[in-house]
């Protein structure tokens, strides 16, 4: 809770619209809490017993956390530990943040492969991130088009209407 808790001041801009994790600025995360909560992930650890979700969940926001910049943070090991999220917790969300975690690991293409098949799940029907992530993968393969109409679908789904603001804004760069 507390590395996720550090990033607070920078997850929100000054008029409160949403930013972003890649567009963070790291400088403003608290180090004090990343290291309160590193600390008591080591103890988790050093105890040793089951690994549950909480303590997976916690090493995943501990690989953000130790990465001083994006192009640092671990993506292969957080796509992995998604992975061992997603055998013990299964769900459609954790394997949508599996694969940006890939994409991000591996290319776009490669998340493409695992966010496609998810715009079957019913459960995700709704959830606005799903085309926000289909927008981001399609636009990084140039595919601006196809990502423009994923990043509208995602804005008039959410009921935010900071994130939908976001979201029209993604949708007119992509040209």
């Known amino acids: 809770m507390e590395i996720q808790a550090s990033r607070a001041k920078a997850r929100v801009g000054p008029s409160g619209e949403p930013i972003l994790l890649l567009d963070q600025n790291r400088a403003q995360w608290d180090r004090l809490l990343i290291h309160r909560g590193l600390a008591a992930l080591s103890r988790v650890e ?3 017993g089951m690994r549950g979700t909480y303590a997976i969940q916690a090493e995943i926001a501990a690989c953000h956390a130790r990465a001083a910049t994006n192009e640092e943070t671990d993506w ?3 796509a992995a530990l998604y992975r061992e999220l997603g055998e013990i917790a299964p769900s459609p969300v954790v394997e949508l943040n599996r694969a ?3 994409s991000m690991a591996f290319g776009p293409e490669a998340g493409l492969e695992l ?3 998810l715009q079957d799940d019913p459960s995700l029907r709704s959830y606005h991130l ?5 927008g981001d993968l399609l636009r990084k ?3 601006t088009e196809e990502a423009r109409a994923e990043f509208e679908r995602a804005a008039s789904i959410t ?3 900071r994130e939908r603001n976001l979201l029209l804004e993604r949708a007119r760069s992509c040209g």
């Open 141 to 143: 393969l140039g595919r």
């Open 100 to 102: 940006v975690a890939v």
């Open 159 to 161: 009921r935010n209407a």
């Open 115 to 117: 966010v496609n098949p």
């Open 46 to 48: 050093e105890l040793g």
């Open 130 to 134: 799903l085309p926000s992530v289909r």
């Open 76 to 78: 292969a090991r957080i």
